[in-house]
């Protein structure tokens, strides 16, 4: 008697398995309810906030200090510690058209001192700063992630009650391995927004325009001179390709016609 009013652990597993639909359901009403009460404190509080900044900064200088100008950005950067600069993309492109770019990842006191490092050797042409807002989506990852660690703990809570009845074990562990892989996407989708509140984007673009003599551009025509004009005369010889096939043509049918017409004409004096 006293062990038919103990449940078996099956029928526990099965209830659990029961609850499995009701879980997410009532961790969103919950969470719906946490989130009317977040707007109402925010909007009694004003929370500050949360902004994503990218810079870009054009540095002008002689196309001898191209070169010198970049390395000194990478060697700022490099001054930093790993997780106060990044380098995302470099490139620099030799004479007559000398130039360079840079990508940063840096945080916010680090940008002045890369523009400070490159502007010791040009100048500063242009800067220009643009933010975007990720206070939204910030609050909404961290409560899909902590929506997701509520419903994981419920299925571990679940997968310990089932005991041995195998079909609730495969059940539970399915949904929370879903579970567990949605957890990862939503934790590393709030740690990249994260990461570009706390860091900011630096893209820098160093060109020689200003510092460019007067007999510059008239230099590197005469040094193209060759090129151009062995360029200009492949065109001409292959458009003359192309056109000599069709002057043919145009002649054999300007002598068929020819023909024809004296032909025709020739008949009609005969008849008269």
Same mark, same amino acid.
């Given at each position: 008697?006293?062990?038919?009013?103990?449940?078996?652990?099956?029928?526990?597993?099965?209830?659990?398995?029961?609850?499995?639909?009701?879980?997410?359901?009532?961790?969103? =009403?919950?969470?719906?309810?946490?989130?009317?009460?977040?707007?109402?404190?925010?909007?009694?509080?004003?929370?500050? &906030?949360?902004?994503?900044? +990218?810079? +870009?900064?054009?540095? $002008?200088?002689?196309?001898? &200090?191209? =070169?010198?100008?970049?390395?000194? @950005?990478? &060697?700022?950067?490099?001054?930093?510690?790993?997780?106060?600069?990044?380098?995302?993309?470099?490139?620099?492109?030799?004479?007559?058209?000398?130039?360079?770019?840079?990508?940063?990842?840096?945080?916010? $006191?680090? !940008?002045?001192?890369?523009?400070?490092?490159?502007?010791?050797?040009? +100048?500063?042409?242009?800067?220009?700063?643009?933010?975007?807002?990720?206070?939204?989506?910030?609050?909404?990852?961290?409560?899909?992630?902590?929506?997701?660690?509520?419903?994981?703990?419920?299925? +571990?809570?679940?997968?310990? &009650?089932?005991?041995? $009845?195998?079909?609730?074990?495969?059940?539970?562990?399915?949904?929370?391995?879903?579970?567990?892989?949605?957890?990862?996407?939503?934790?590393?989708?709030?740690?990249?927004?994260?990461?570009?509140?706390?860091?900011?984007?630096?893209?820098?673009? !160093?060109?020689?325009?200003?510092?460019?003599?007067?007999?510059?551009? !008239? @230099?590197?025509?005469?040094?193209?001179?060759?090129?151009?004009?062995?360029?200009?005369?492949?065109?001409?010889?292959? @458009?003359?390709?192309?056109?000599?096939?069709?002057?043919?043509?145009?002649?054999?049918?300007?002598?068929?016609?020819?023909?024809?017409?004296?032909?025709?004409?020739?008949?009609?004096?005969?008849?008269?």
């Amino acid at each position: 008697m006293r062990s038919s009013m103990h449940p078996r652990p099956s029928s526990i597993a099965c209830a659990g398995l029961l609850v499995l639909p009701m879980l997410l359901a009532g961790c969103s =009403a919950r969470h719906g309810a946490d989130q009317g009460n977040a707007q109402v404190a925010q909007r009694a509080a004003g929370p500050a &906030r949360q902004l994503a900044y +990218e810079h +870009e900064v054009d540095i $002008d200088t002689a196309p001898e &200090r191209v =070169a010198t100008t970049q390395a000194a @950005g990478l &060697r700022a950067c490099r001054d930093a510690t790993a997780a106060a600069c990044t380098l995302l993309a470099s490139s620099i492109e030799g004479e007559p058209n000398a130039a360079a770019t840079l990508k940063f990842r840096a945080r916010p $006191d680090v !940008i002045p001192k890369l523009v400070a490092a490159m502007g010791q050797h040009a +100048e500063l042409a242009r800067q220009a700063t643009r933010a975007e807002d990720l206070s939204a989506p910030i609050v909404d990852a961290a409560r899909q992630v902590a929506m997701l660690d509520d419903y994981r703990t419920r299925l +571990e809570a679940l997968r310990t &009650r089932a005991g041995n $009845d195998i079909e609730a074990l495969i059940k539970v562990n399915h949904e929370l391995a879903e579970v567990q892989a949605n957890y990862e996407a939503a934790a590393g989708k709030r740690a990249l927004l994260a990461q570009r509140v706390e860091t900011e984007i630096l893209d820098v673009s !160093i060109r020689s325009e200003r510092h460019r003599s007067f007999w510059t551009p !008239i @230099g590197r025509a005469l040094r193209e001179f060759g090129g151009h004009l062995a360029e200009g005369i492949s065109t001409a010889i292959t @458009g003359l390709a192309y056109l000599i096939p069709w002057l043919l043509l145009m002649s054999v049918l300007g002598w068929g016609g020819r023909r024809l017409w004296r032909r025709r004409r020739g008949g009609k004096i005969s008849a008269g």
